[in-house]
């Protein structure tokens, strides 16, 4: 798990180089989700280059795509494509590396950035995966603010009304969205009753950027039948540097010079702690 952190660490200095040669992108959300996708990719799922255009692979939805450029670093790291090319095209003129998911780019099964969108296709591909008797499990992450949309309330009465146990949703809980605090802009808590109440298995996960938490989470959602399972993971907004860290005016910035030598030298600096 240690080297998992690093790996988080480094990619989230890769998401920074993105947003600054890209002179824009969604780096607060970016940094928050950047260890739950660590642990997706890195632990819990089935999916590889190799594999990505057969049947025998799990299936992930990036619901807030506007955390593109983590996935992006997350999906060069498994090979998708070349670190470099992302670095220098990235939210380029006639780039595919756009400011959100573009299923013309290999890794990437579904457009999104319309949030509210993603956990409903994934219950459709949750209940193709069953129709088809197959072992491969279905992942959506979503931001909190996204959940005032609500087509993801449809999605998620569809989802325990199928008991589709082969399907895991993930929520990045940092209670900040692009106007403010999540609980002034459209409040959310309880989230836990909430979810329950829509007949899914809740887990929540205190800390969603310890690395070794989350791991241990997705092993519980595998164990339940009968019903889907969501984490509901507290993260920071920005992790991994104070200059970014809990402030909503970093939902989309770009650092300036200063900015980002510090930003930089908190990053490297948090890939080696204990």
């Not at 040669?21 to 799922?45: A, C, P, Q, R």
């Not at 802009?185 to 009753?193: G, P, Q």
């Not at 339940?224 to 989309?252: C, D, F, Q, R, Y």
Request: some cysteine; glycine content about 10%; aromatic content about 8%.
């Amino acid at each position: 798990m240690k080297e998992l952190k690093k790996l988080a660490y480094r990619l989230r200095q890769d998401v920074v180089d993105m947003i600054v040669n890209g002179k824009g992108g969604h780096i607060g959300g970016d940094m928050s989700v950047m260890d739950i996708l660590v642990t997706l990719y890195f632990k819990e799922m089935n999916i590889t280059k190799e594999n990505f255009n057969t049947k025998d692979h799990d299936h992930f939805i990036m619901s807030k795509g506007h955390s593109v450029e983590a996935l992006y670093a997350v999906l060069a790291e498994k090979g998708f494509f070349s670190r470099e090319t992302v670095l220098k095209e990235f939210s380029q003129f006639g780039s595919k590396f756009i400011g959100h998911p573009n299923n013309k780019l290999p890794g990437i099964e579904m457009n999104s950035g319309a949030l509210g969108h993603g956990l409903p296709v994934a219950v459709g591909m949750a209940i193709a995966e069953r129709m088809n008797k197959s072992s491969n499990r279905v992942y959506v992450v979503m931001g909190d603010g996204e959940l005032a949309e609500g087509s993801v309330w449809e999605g998620a009465m569809a989802g325990a009304n199928y008991r589709l146990d082969n399907l895991c949703a993930v929520l990045d809980r940092n209670r900040l969205q692009i106007s403010g605090s999540t609980e002034d802009v459209m409040a959310l808590d309880d989230l836990h009753r909430k979810w329950e109440s829509f007949g899914w298995h809740v887990i929540d996960v205190s800390d969603g950027n310890d690395i070794e938490k989350l791991a241990a989470a997705f092993e519980e959602a595998r164990m339940v039948k009968g019903k889907p399972t969501v984490l509901i993971a507290n993260t920071v907004k920005g992790k991994g540097s104070p200059v970014m860290e809990n402030k909503a005016s970093w939902h989309h910035h770009v650092p300036n010079e200063e900015e980002y030598r510090q930003i930089m030298s908190d990053l490297k600096a948090r890939a080696q702690e204990d």
